[in-house]
T-cell receptor, first 114, second 115 residues
Framework: EAGVAQSPRYKIIEKRQSVAFWCNPISGHATLYWYQQILGQGPKLLIQFQNNGVVDDSQLPKDRFSAERLKGVDSTLKIQPAKLEDSAVYLCASSRLDRHSEQFFGPGTRLTVL | AQSVAQPEDQVNVAEGNPLTVKCTYSVSGNPYLFWYVQYPNRGLQFLLK??????LVKGSYGFEAEFNKSQTSFHLKKPSALVSDSALYFC?????????????FGKGTTLSVSS
């Protein structure tokens, strides 16, 4: 079974520029998550999709971050404009619908904002 | 509000010795509890979970964890550590009784196993 795919793996941009990340979840997983992991901290949920609807985006900085999941499969996360404090690893994860199902994580995208 | 505490930033153990990585949690209802491991430049890998039933949960790579409701703890254990177990370990909790609640992660504990 193929895992969660993410691209790019690394991205360096200057502040005020825009950036987009892509995620392809495990086939058949209805739920998709985007997390932000700042160095030295655990992952923090940014947004959760169930199929192509948003379940939780309460911690997404909506003035600069946006995400979509078209057709309930792939997802993109965008930051526009980026700030220095957005430097982090952005993790995508997917799971089955059950609330007790474990999440499977992609390798992450390491973003550096200069 | 949900929270997870991993009181140790780092745990050091010699190869062959038992290891314990501590985790305590706080939820208003009943918990689902998870342990994940992260190797450098890799995503998180699932190790084990507690849903209900037996308080001792066995997972991947010889790891196990014990759910203790009275102490609100879910410590990760392994009887005999390997150098290859050296990694960053995260405990996570979700409130079983509140729909829509997110999975909350601790800050992580770095396990270092010396040969």
């Amino acid at each position: 079974e193929a895992g969660v795919a993410q691209s790019p793996r690394y991205k360096i941009i200057e502040k005020r520029q825009s950036v987009a990340f892509w995620c392809n979840p495990i086939s058949g997983h209805a739920t998709l998550y985007w997390y932000q992991q700042i160095l030295g901290q655990g992952p923090k949920l940014l947004i959760q999709f169930q199929n192509n609807g948003v379940v939780d985006d309460s911690q997404l900085p909506k003035d600069r971050f946006s995400a979509e999941r078209l057709k309930g499969v792939d997802s993109t996360l965008k930051i526009q404009p980026a700030k220095l404090e957005d430097s982090a690893v952005y993790l995508c994860a997917s799971s089955r619908l059950d609330r007790h199902s474990e999440q499977f994580f992609g390798p992450g995208t390491r973003l550096t904002v200069l | 509000a949900q929270s997870v505490a991993q009181p140790e930033d780092q745990v050091n153990v010699a190869e062959g010795n038992p290891l314990t990585v501590k985790c305590t949690y706080s939820v208003s209802g009943n918990p689902y509890l998870f342990w994940y491991v992260q190797y450098p430049n890799r995503g998180l890998q699932f190790l084990l979970k507690y849903i209900t039933g037996d308080n001792l949960v066995k997972g991947s790579y010889g790891f196990e964890a014990e759910f203790n409701k009275s102490q609100t703890s879910f410590h990760l254990k392994k009887p005999s550590a390997l150098v290859s177990d050296s990694a960053l370990y995260f405990c996570a909790v979700r409130d079983r009784d509140q729909a829509g609640t997110a999975l909350i992660f601790g800050k992580g504990t770095t396990l270092s196993v010396s040969s």
